[in-house]
Antibody, heavy 121, light 110 residues
Framework: QVQLVESGGGVVQPGRSLRLSCAAS????????IHWVRQAPGKGLEWVAV????????YYADSVKGRFTISRDNSKNTLYLQMNSLRADDTAVYFC??????????????WGQGTLVTVSS | QSVLTQPPSVSAAPGQKVTISCSGS????????VSWYQQLPGTAPKLLIY???IRPSGIPDRFSGSKSGTSATLGITGLQTGDEADYYC???????????FGGGTKLTVL
């Protein structure tokens, strides 16, 4: 069965960096785009970034553009999110989600359990 | 605030029906399919509806979706206490080149 496991979260000071990982199993990783979606405490879901299956395309939310970088290693079935210049409002649970595309649109058919990032001095 | 607009909360009695609206624009809902996600307390979101009105296997037919123009609606019939959760709509925004979610709707089954 599909499994996505996030790791790398923790407490970090404002302005510092952190790298999240999303380890995938149970499907052909190199066939699917993978997204990062975050949820601040007590708030709703916010889409963060996506990388295409082959790593050739990446898109970011305006709130993280220029600070976060998404990447993937298809040989390791792993997606990454490099987060630089972290701010207090980046505090959230970060989920990775596998997409499935049909008819020209995509949706998130599997989600990880999330990893908590807390940005605080 | 969120690009897609949902009511913050809805409520209904067990066995009744409820609808949750999701309003967007021509660059997202008006130009793309809508998906819906259910998030039970303390858990990851779960796909409920995709391509506006298609249920993944395992999702009961009490859940339905529809779309008209720049708005979408999630319907839930035969409400159960286990349906108490937060519900989110989502679409791709072609102007932003980004995914966009609604702010979420908390369903209370009284």
């Amino acid at each position: 069965q599909v499994q996505l496991v996030e790791s790398g979260g923790g407490v970090v000071q404002p302005g510092r960096s952190l790298r999240l990982s999303c380890a995938a199993s149970g499907f052909t990783f190199s066939t699917y785009g993978i997204h990062w979606v975050r949820q601040a405490p007590g708030k709703g879901l916010e889409w963060v970034a996506v990388m295409s299956n082959d790593g050739n395309k990446e898109y970011y939310a305006d709130s993280v553009k220029g600070r976060f970088t998404i990447s993937r290693d298809n040989s390791k079935n792993t997606l990454y999110l490099q987060m630089n210049s972290l701010r207090a409002d980046d505090t959230a649970v970060y989920f990775c989600a596998k997409d499935r595309c049909s008819g020209g649109t995509c949706f998130y058919d599997s989600w990880g359990q999330g990893t908590l990032v807390t940005v605080s001095s | 605030q969120s690009v897609l607009t949902q009511p913050p909360s809805v409520s209904a009695a067990p066995g009744q029906k409820v609808t949750i609206s999701c309003s967007g624009s021509s660059s997202n809902i008006g130009n793309d399919y809508v998906s819906w996600y259910q998030q039970l307390p303390g858990t990851a979101p779960k796909l409920l509806i995709y391509d506006n009105n298609i249920r993944p296997s395992g999702i009961p037919d009490r859940f339905s979706g529809s779309k008209s123009g720049t708005s979408a609606t999630l319907g839930i019939t035969g409400l159960q206490t286990g349906d108490e959760a937060d519900y989110y709509c989502e679409a791709w925004d072609t102007s932003l080149s980004a995914g966009v979610f609604g702010g979420g709707t908390k369903l209370t089954v009284l």
